[in-house]
């Protein structure tokens, strides 16, 4: 069975992939028949030598904690909406928890990430795993393990394998893209996932959606309706997980500065990228989709994404980051203290 991926940067139509045992959420895009490698995001402070990865000294101010974060607290609503709609079905949690475990596919993919990448420790790529501890910390969230791959493909994504810690998988051409602070916000974005188990309710959508297509009559308007709700409801995921990555960056530029990369960033012209002008592109989109014909046309582009479009995600983070909701939640976080941060 295939593993559902959920990818940044996805221009293409697809269609739902298989209900699967292992959930691969990922901040980049896909490509393929199927639901493929994504994309992932890197940072420019990062040199080559002796073909090996150097990661500059990571530090940062004492960033704010989130002791009591519930998932809720910060989830989109339309991501909320679904959540408690799958909650409120009898039996659907037991029954998908069931399908869900162990299977051969998900050692396949386990030893897969064990066998071609590097695990960070304290004793491998420190600075990384520093960034990852630092950004659970701040969402009130165990840390997963995470792995650095070699990829010319910038991409970042999770794996959520039942009965296994999850783990994050970086490429390392996303580490050559990004600064620090926006490779630690795309961790947040994936431990984002984590924090509000879309693995688990995705793959409960996903089931229902499979379903339908066996109810004789209308099963295949019905699936297909299903199908069109379970994409706007990856989007809305999406949205949350940005939100995450906000939530650990705590500057909106920087998580607005990720996705202008994704949407079209190289390495040699990071310097010389404007993120109030890409915010700025964003309300020329919503301009020039807001008459008949391009709300029309907007629809059509968007209707069967995994991923909102870069601008419009940008827009949503620029926006969340002015409302009372995330004010609010500052006002209840605490400074983290050196000690914690070792």
């Known amino acids: 069975m295939a593993s559902l991926v959920l990818s940044s940067l996805c221009f293409t139509s697809h269609k739902p992939c298989s209900f699967t045992s292992s959930l691969r959420f990922s901040f980049g895009a896909l490509t393929g028949s199927r639901y493929a490698a994504p994309l992932t995001v890197g940072f420019r402070p990062v040199k080559r030598r002796n073909g090996r990865i150097r990661v500059s000294a990571y530090s940062r101010a004492s960033p704010l904690v989130f002791r009591d974060l519930d998932a809720d607290d910060f989830r989109h609503p339309l991501d909320k909406q679904n959540t408690l709609i799958l909650k409120a079905i009898p039996g659907l949690n037991e029954l998908g928890r069931a399908l869900l475990a162990g299977t051969v596919t998900e050692q396949i993919m386990l030893l897969e990430n064990i066998g071609t990448s590097v695990l960070v420790s304290k004793d ?127 500057d909106p530029k920087v998580v607005i500065s990720v996705l202008m990369k994704l949407a079209g960033g190289c390495p040699s012209m990071a310097d010389q990228l404007n993120v109030d002008a890409f915010l700025e592109q964003a309300r020329s989109y919503d301009k020039a989709s807001s008459s008949p014909v391009g709300y029309y046309i907007r629809n059509a582009q968007t209707r069967q994404l995994s991923h909102p479009l870069p601008v419009l995600r940008a827009r949503e983070i620029d926006e969340w980051s002015r409302s009372n909701e995330y004010r609010s939640l500052l006002k209840r976080a605490t400074q983290m203290n050196v000690v914690e941060k070792v």
């Open 124 to 250: 491998q790529l420190p600075e990384l795993h520093k960034m990852m501890i630092e950004a659970a910390g701040i969402l009130n969230i165990e840390s997963p393990d995470l792995y650095v791959r070699q990829s010319p493909v910038p991409n970042a994504y999770t794996l959520a394998i039942s009965g296994k810690k999850p783990f994050v998988v970086i490429h390392t051409s996303l580490v050559e893209l990004l600064t620090r602070n926006e490779l630690q916000a795309v961790l947040a974005h994936e431990l984002g996932h984590l924090k509000c188990d879309h693995g688990v309710w995705l793959t409960f959508a996903n089931l229902l959606t499979l379903g339908a297509y066996t109810v004789p009559g209308l099963g295949a308007f019905l699936a297909q309706t299903l199908e069109e709700q379970l994409f706007r409801w990856l989007r809305a995921a999406e949205l949350t997980c940005d939100r995450a990555a906000l939530l650990v960056a705590q």
